[in-house]
């Protein structure tokens, strides 16, 4: 597994060599620490854990900081290699967006704003991210952090632009723009992808959709209760058409269950409802109005409530199931996050810098890699025995988890332990450096006693 892992990493290792230097070491260094780490996972420990207890973090966090490697080109190696694998080919690409609290606006696009993970308005940044599926695998393919209007027009944050590296040319995009820059950046290194989804964010945004279409890509996109839908056109000539809320017109239509996938606990079936309905551009003039039909795909959650998504795919061109299971795919662009935070540490990011954000999740998407590529390669090895395939029905052993795979690699790879004598150096470094911080505090507050004596 070691093997494969530094296979994954050559393909790489160019886009971590700049003009002048090579720094492709520490980006295997950091690639290591957050597959072998399982918290703390700081650049600091990152570097001590996998170079030994001298390290001190800087050359890390210089790497990830400052030194101007190619994360774009990261991304457009994810490109490359799912291209390269006819098992990844004709998959869907998801957007969506994640957000982390901060303590304050010293990093880089941080604002108060809605953050989806905490389902409120606070203090965060917010990424918008590219994800990729395909038969149950799930990779990272492109981000962008989000900077809100306040960054462009506040000259306090304006002025911090230099200090975190935001890139001057830098102009506002909307979380939607972003999005589609990633879609054109996709379109443009030929991702091998026929689908394209969304939440419902994303979904409202009737242009968006049709951009997405107008590329030659099917979509499926989440929109919210309250959106508008004609059952006939409502700008024919002579139209009495009436709108309706997709919430109230779920409760008019018939519902029938559609296996969309097979799951650890058995198939995967939601209720499914399929309406074509009419969808109309309210912006711009009256005479600049287009209405065009969509397939509204409804489905009942576990809770009972419905959720409600647009697709320009008919059944004419696709069956039930077919169209069902884009509808899940949503599911992936969730574990894609979820991974990069929880498996590999994005939610422990502690850098202020742009540039830093971006190489964590260049970094996440390297690890994603090599996570898809261990699941296909170990598939044929892990199919079960007869006497199981009778038991469960099972066609195959569940695939291996991103937790799996860490487990796996830190028995090929394990992190150097302590002596004896390193472990007493290092607690009695630590004492030190707390005295030294405590013999500090002392002089400030003798300091402060002293001139408020004379005051």
């Not at 050359?59 to 490697?69: A, K, V």
């Not at 002025?159 to 590296?165: A, H, K, M, S």
């Not at 959106?227 to 409502?234: G, Q, T």
Request: glycine content about 6%; aromatic content about 10%; charged content about 30%.
């Amino acid at each position: 597994m070691e093997g494969e892992l530094l296979d994954i990493f050559e393909r790489y290792r160019s886009n971590f060599k700049t003009k002048t230097y090579d720094s492709s070491k520490h980006g295997w260094t950091v690639l290591k620490g957050y597959l072998l780490l399982e918290t703390g996972r700081t650049y600091k420990n990152i570097d001590k854990k996998v170079n030994g207890v001298d390290a001190d973090g800087q050359n890390i966090q210089q790497f990830m900081s400052d030194t101007p490697w190619a994360w774009q080109g990261v991304f457009n190696q994810v490109y490359e290699d799912i291209n390269a694998d006819p098992r990844l080919r004709g998959g869907t690409l998801n957007f969506d967006e994640s957000g982390d609290e901060c303590s304050g606006t010293h990093k880089a696009g941080a604002a108060r704003q809605y953050l989806g993970r905490l389902g409120k308005v606070e203090l965060g940044q917010v990424g918008v991210l590219g994800s990729y599926s395909k038969d149950g695998v799930w990779l990272l393919t492109g981000a962008e952090l989000y900077l809100p209007e306040k960054w462009f027009e506040e000259e306090a944050l304006r002025q911090q632009w230099e200090r975190l590296r935001i890139p001057g040319e830098r102009e506002f995009e909307t979380k939607i723009e972003l999005a589609r820059a990633l879609f054109d950046s996709a379109i443009a290194q030929g991702l091998a992808f026929d689908w394209t989804g969304a939440d419902c964010f994303y979904g409202k945004d009737i242009h968006f959709r049709r951009y997405i279409a107008g590329q030659g890509k099917h979509y499926m996109m989440s929109i919210a209760n309250d959106e508008l839908v004609w059952l006939e056109d409502p700008l024919a000539p002579d139209s009495k058409a009436l709108g309706k809320m997709v919430s109230d017109l779920a409760k008019e239509v018939c519902f029938e269950p559609v296996k969309v996938r097979d799951g650890e606990r058995g198939e995967l079936v939601y209720e499914h409802a399929f309406i074509p309905v009419w969808t109309v551009n309210t912006s711009g003039t009256v005479e600049e109005r287009e209405a065009r039909q969509e397939l509204l795909v409804m489905r009942k959650e576990p809770d009972n409530k419905v959720s409600h998504a647009f697709t320009d795919a008919t059944l004419e061109q696709f069956t039930k199931e077919e169209i069902a299971v884009q509808r899940a795919e949503r599911y992936f662009v969730e574990r894609t996050i979820q991974d990069s935070k929880s498996e590999l540490g994005w939610d422990e990011l502690q850098a202020l810098k742009y540039p830093a954000y971006m190489h964590t999740l260049a970094i996440c998407a390297i690890a994603l890699m090599f996570l898809a590529k261990v699941k296909l390669n170990q598939r044929p090895c892990y199919e079960p025995p007869q006497i199981v395939r009778q038991e469960t029905g099972l066609k195959r052993l569940p695939d291996l988890s991103l937790a799996n795979v860490k487990e796996l690699i830190r028995s090929v790879m394990p992190l150097p332990r302590l002596t004896k004598k390193q472990a007493r150096e290092k607690i009695i470094q630590t004492l030190f450096d707390r005295s030294r911080s405590t013999a500090s505090r002392l002089r400030k507050q003798k300091l402060k006693h002293a001139i408020s004596e004379k005051t």
